[in-house]
């Protein structure tokens, strides 16, 4: 199917179901100790822009929550998954956070950025929120699978979202899914600057 307009600011449920799905599938690493911690920082901040994303082991009772457990990040090259409850990567996706040479895209991140100050401290700089974007260019839905539908003119599957972050070993499904959020922020980034929205 071919590129969605650019003039659309809306597609329905039906139209996006329409669309074919994407998953990334390129390069993943999941960073789980400090080498590769080490290796995916300078790797990400040789990059001018990156998507990001977190994920959150998912509470169904009230009152509960929990810390994210996943923050990922997507270069040109690969999508890196930081296992965030380990403090030493935590870390380093703070300092990544916080390079102000380094665009850092993605869809709802005031939430992503309050939830991972409560496992460490950071002054966050260069975000740009695309969600946000699209609502002063007038698009009335803001969510990653839906900007991902109209500039991008393919589907996110969803069906991993609620699954257990907090796995030690994650399971191929979840890093698949969490990769090509992160990997899809990066190309709206790229397709919006294209199109003058950035």
């Known amino acids: 199917m071919g590129e969605i307009k650019e003039t659309r600011t809306y597609l329905s449920r039906e139209e996006v179901n329409a669309l074919p799905v994407r998953r990334y599938d390129g390069e993943v690493r999941v960073v789980a100790d400090p080498a590769g911690a080490a290796e995916a920082l300078k790797a990400i901040l040789e990059e001018s822009v990156v998507g990001f994303d977190?994920?959150?082991?998912?509470?169904?009772?009230?009152?509960e929550s929990y810390p994210p457990s996943l923050a990922q990040i997507a270069t040109a090259r690969a999508v890196y998954l930081f296992q965030v409850r380990h403090r030493g990567l935590a870390e380093t996706v703070a300092q990544i956070l916080a390079a102000g040479h380094v665009v850092k895209a993605g869809v709802g991140l005031a939430d992503d950025l309050k939830a991972l100050k409560k496992l460490i401290e950071f002054s966050e700089q260069s975000i740009v929120d695309l969600g946000s974007v699209a609502k002063r260019?007038?698009?009335?839905?803001s969510g990653v699978r839906n900007l991902t539908a109209l500039f991008l003119g393919f589907r996110i599957p969803k069906g991993t979202k609620t699954s257990n972050w907090a796995r030690s070993s994650l399971t191929p499904q979840q890093i698949t899914y969490a990769a090509?959020?992160?990997?899809?922020?990066?190309?709206?980034?790229?397709?919006?600057?294209t199109q003058g929205l950035i």
Not at 137 to 141: E, M, P, R, T, Y
């Open 54 to 63: 977190t994920e959150t082991r998912p509470a169904f009772r009230p009152g």
């Open 137 to 141: 260019q007038g698009l009335k839905q």
């Open 180 to 193: 090509t959020d992160a990997w899809a922020c990066r190309e709206l980034y790229v397709r919006f600057r």
